[in-house]
């Protein structure tokens, strides 16, 4: 039973904003979505004392290190998402707050799962319950324009790519006739067309989900329209779920085998790299900017993906963190200007630094730390990744990721200009929600304490990565 | 022999009727089709001697999900059944090539290929204690998923396709309001029960 | 001599082919009788002497000899289709169903399920006849016929569960073996058979449109229903159909709550009793039919998912903790 402890849990708290939100009277319900963030804060603290637990269900569910590490890193980040949306303005959001949470919650779970699962039917449903609530909250603001666009496409795109998962998970279940990933590695060095086939095809899969280049046609549109706190959340933990079930899938008992998979992953990361980065240069809303350069950092951890060794794994893994801290709360941020400025559009940035200079300098962090500038966690997290990815001989890979740093950090450093050197539109103080103000705390002290000791956070990453291969 | 022969009637029947389901015109033709096309693949279950998985793939599918399908098509495109010339064509087109050679992959790979020996311990076929049994053993956490991701979608239906919120929201009321709001259910439907 | 399985079946299928079709014909009469008796009226009555007993045949012969007429705007593939499409699943229904230990087509280990499933197959014509015949009534008839199916198959299916969980089996002739002994019909059940009876009834009342579920055919609103432009031996085709589903669920309610063939008497009697008590079931479903009047489309669906869905969950949980605790007559 302890090895379920964390899915019972986020599945009882489920239950239980379920109850809270059926007895809840009255038209402000935000209510419900404390005693979710509370929950999910407690689930969080139970989840960093547990220890690795055996195998269950015939091997099918596993609490190894790996899937400690990731389960710790979804709750912690979920705790933040839902910390940042619980002071959200309007009709739906204090009518709504349980069915928000509910969704939350539910595909939380599937995460949670995801990061155990080890035989393919379980990876499946899991990576359905955590998909299939993401399409309904992208349209949760139903009545804005465009938000309705929004989850359609996410929804149509997301749905295609399981399908095409399922079609590539029945190849592989005909070429091996188990459903158990270790009969899966067992399988894999014998190169078995139709294995390999089906493998590739649940890769595109993945590739939709975690928004890889030529799969990620879903990332701006549905970024822009969904709500802010619900986006940064978006933004990170699918895409780290996503990641780890990657591992499982690929590298897992696999052997020597591995190594099939470098030019499949150095090839989409090449890919990504570039589309992403060259594509976020012209943008001018700070989501749709973000969005594009999230595809582009989804492109590095492919890098350390394709490197197809422990560092590399676990350097992806440190990626991750670095990644949902600065990531989340480069979004928060741009959710706190939005709400007093009214739009999400660079200009509103304008002098952000005479206005609220923490503020400023919180986002001033993130993109640092985005854009990989020493002494912010994503320095390190890019140059792991790149050495790992060097390790493996895959020179040409890392030229080209340092090459497009510099473009990146063009585009980060345009809107720390904004906010530094031009005039502010006007002089008053930018409002900030308290729970909002302390989500983006937790995100600024993550992103500096990675930068100035990564140390334990890396070996920890190392240590969970080793038995995979 | 004869079980050969049974396959081909079948499997070229599904064949025919998939192809007619992408390439006609008319959605409920296409519906339609697609009825043809599940019950030929439960007829191919139960040629596998999966009974059970037979008559629960024609009480979901060719029952529950395509009477949904069908009363979507008809709520939705009311008078419209034909839908116009595809506007992205050419682009579609493009999916042609593709799509074949994933066929011409699939055909080399297949042909030649020797039976593997069935799984083990698998469970009769037929047998439906031994099903349940395995379902809730082995196959517990996927089962129970399913359930929570059921409630999920149920909660997620009922958000989306509630057309109004109370009455003091002025522009819910507008046509284009009532568009938007409807042509969510038509996504989310489906996709629910299709879990 | 033996005579291969294959052949021996097909024989079996045409011999109950032909006598669910004769039996069915004679139902419609028995209906109309009834419905008489229930009016004070007296029915059929001058074909065939006594009592009009050869109306159903002149009935068949009149569908069969009159002109067939498609609609010119109907989408004639599918209206032409459409009445077979109904029928088929009607008549397979019996597949699965035994009229004594032996004495049946498939006695499969599932046979409840394959009912269910196949008569879950009879909207896919339904709702072809309502859409091929290009006519506002047949396609709003159609509509609702999609509408209340969806709502009442869950309870249905609920409801013949009962049955299935005390015996632990889906095999139709386990479930009767089930049923031995004075009190050891499922209906006699203390308290969880009787309300799973009810509950297939209504469920059944629903599922096979007759009212006060009728809405689908709604004279006074729809004219006919689906099958307004119909005529001649499609006409009769989709009324067979209608009346054999019917039948059909009659013999399952009878195998599944009341013992099927078991009877006093010797055991060639089997299938008479069947028949009876199968008939008995009809005639239930008839008395219904005629003694009430039809229910709203809005109340018809807020009976099935607010009441009657959760209420056959509960029973459903109800009769899963009586066969944990040992109340079940498995095996």
């Not at chain 1, 304490?449 to 956070?457: A, E, N, Q, R, S």
Request: with cysteine; aromatic share 12%; proline share 5%.
């Amino acid at each position: 039973m302890i090895a379920f402890a964390l899915e019972i849990g986020v599945g009882a708290l489920m239950l239980l904003v379920f109850i809270a939100t059926l007895v809840a009277r009255g038209d402000d319900r935000r209510w419900v979505g404390w005693l979710a963030a509370a929950g999910t804060l407690a689930l969080t603290l139970l989840a960093l004392p547990l220890s690795p637990a055996p195998a269950q269900l015939g091997g099918a569910f596993v609490q190894d290190g790996l899937a400690l590490f990731a389960k710790r890193l979804f709750l912690a980040a979920t705790f933040i998402g839902l910390l940042g949306g619980l002071s959200l303005p309007g009709r739906p959001f204090l009518r709504r707050a349980g069915e928000y949470h509910i969704l939350v919650l539910a595909s939380l779970l599937g995460m949670l799962v995801l990061a155990s699962a080890r035989d393919l039917v379980l990876l499946f449903v899991a990576f359905e319950l955590m998909s299939i609530p993401l399409y309904i909250l992208a349209g949760f603001a139903k009545r804005e324009a465009g938000a309705v666009e929004a989850a359609l496409k996410f929804f149509l795109v997301g749905s295609v790519s399981s399908a095409v998962m399922a079609y590539g998970l029945s190849f592989v279940y005909g070429a091996v006739r188990t459903t158990s990933l270790a009969g899966v590695a067992k399988a894999m060095p014998d190169g078995d067309g139709l294995l390999i086939l089906g493998l590739l095809a649940v890769f595109g899969g993945f590739g939709f989900k975690i928004a890889a280049f030529p799969f990620h046609m879903w990332v701006p549109d549905t970024y822009e329209a969904a709500p802010t706190p619900f986006v940064a959340w978006l933004s990170v933990t699918p895409k780290a779920a996503g990641f780890v079930a990657l591992f499982r899938v690929y590298f897992e008992g696999m052997g020597t085998a591995v190594s099939f998979w470098v030019p499949v992953a150095a090839g989409l990361a090449t890919l990504t790299i570039v589309a992403g980065n060259l594509m976020a240069l012209p943008q001018q809303n700070a989501k749709r900017l973000l969005a594009y350069s999230g595809i582009a950092h989804i492109g590095y951890m492919l890098v350390g993906f394709a490197a197809t060794s422990a560092s590399g794994t676990a350097m992806v893994l440190f990626y991750l963190v670095a990644y949902v801290f600065g990531n989340m709360g480069a979004f928060l941020v741009v959710e706190a200007v939005a709400r007093s400025e009214g739009s999400e559009h660079l200009a509103a940035f304008r002098g952000l630094a005479q206005r609220s200079p923490l503020l400023a300098l919180a986002m001033l962090l993130f993109l640092l730390s985005l854009g990989g500038i020493p002494f912010v966690a994503g320095f390190w997290a890019k140059l792991y990744v790149f050495w790992a990815a060097a390790t493996a001989g895959l020179y040409w890979l890392v030229l080209l990721g340092a090459l497009l740093t510099v473009v990146a950090l063009f585009y980060y450093l345009i809107v720390a200009k904004r906010m530094y050197i031009e005039a502010p539109p006007a002089t008053t103080r930018v409002p900030l929600e308290p729970m909002l103000a302390l989500a983006v705390l937790l995100c600024a002290l993550g992103v500096v304490i990675l930068g100035v000791y990564p140390k334990p956070l890396v070996m920890a990453a190392l240590r969970v990565a080793a038995p995979l291969f | 022999m004869m079980a050969r022969a049974a396959f081909l009637v079948i499997a070229g029947i599904a064949v025919a009727a998939a192809l007619a389901l992408v390439l006609r015109r008319n959605t409920v033709h296409g519906a339609l089709f697609l009825v043809v096309n599940l019950g030929c693949v439960a007829a191919l279950y139960l040629m596998l001697g999966a009974i059970f998985l037979a008559a629960a793939q024609i009480i979901v599918y060719a029952g529950a999900i395509m009477v949904l399908f069908v009363f979507a098509i008809m709520v939705l495109i009311p008078g419209k059944e034909e839908t116009g010339p595809d506007p992205r064509r050419t682009w579609r087109l493009l999916a042609a090539p593709l799509g074949g050679a994933l066929l011409l992959e699939l055909i080399l790979l297949v042909v030649g290929r020797t039976a593997a020996p069935a799984p083990t311990g698998a469970a009769p076929s037929d047998n439906v204690a031994a099903i349940g049994r395995l379902l809730f053993t082995d196959y517990l956490l996927p089962f129970e998923l399913t359930s929570v991701l059921l409630l999920a979608a149920m909660v997620g239906v009922l958000l989306l396709a509630r057309s109004r919120e109370g009455s003091a929201e002025p522009q819910g009321a507008g046509p284009e309001a009532s568009v938007r709001g409807s042509a969510k259910p038509q996504g989310s439907e489906p996709e629910a029960s299709l879990r | 001599m033996s005579v291969p399985p294959a052949v021996s079946m097909f024989i079996a299928a045409f011999i109950l082919l032909n006598a669910i079709v004769g039996v069915v014909t004679y139902i419609t009469l028995l209906e109309r009788k009834f419905a008489a008796r229930m009016q004070s009226r007296i029915g059929p009555y001058y074909v065939g002497w006594p009592h009009g007993w050869l109306q159903p045949i002149a009935d068949a012969v009149k569908l069969m000899i009159k002109e067939d007429i498609v609609p010119a705007p109907a989408d004639r593939a599918v209206y032409n289709l459409a009445p077979l499409v109904f029928l088929v699943p009607c008549m397979l229904v019996f597949a699965t169903i035994p009229f004594a230990p032996g004495l049946g087509v498939a006695d499969l280990n599932i046979g409840v399920l394959f009912f269910l499933a196949v008569s879950a197959l009879e909207i896919v014509g339904l709702f072809m006849g309502g859409w091929g015949s290009n006519n506002k009534y047949a396609l709003l008839s159609a509509m609702r016929a999609v509408n209340q199916i969806i709502s009442y198959d869950l309870p249905f299916i609920f409801a013949a569960l009962v049955p299935v969980l005390l015996t632990g089996s889906m095999q139709m002739s386990a479930i009767v073996g089930a049923q031995h002994g004075l009190a050891g019909w499922f209906v006699l059940y203390p308290v969880i058979g009787q309300l799973a009876f009810v509950a297939y009834l209504i469920a059944a009342l629903a599922a096979e449109n007759r009212v006060p579920f009728d809405i689908l055919e709604a004279e006074s609103e729809l004219i006919a229903g689906f099958r307004v432009e119909y005529s001649g031996m499609k006409f009769a085709l989709i009324q067979l159909g209608e009346y054999a589903h019917m039948l059909g669920t009659s013999f399952l309610g009878a195998l599944l709550f009341l013992g099927g063939w078991l009877g006093p008497g010797p055991a060639w009697l089997g299938p008479i009793w069947f028949l009876l008590k199968a008939v008995f079931v009809f005639l239930i479903l008839t008395w219904v039919r005629w003694s009430f009047v039809r229910i709203r489309v809005d109340q018809i669906l807020a009976i099935s998912w607010k009441l009657l869905l959760p209420a056959t969950v509960v029973l459903l949980l109800a009769t899963g903790f009586v066969v944990a605790a040992g109340g079940g007559r498995g095996l």
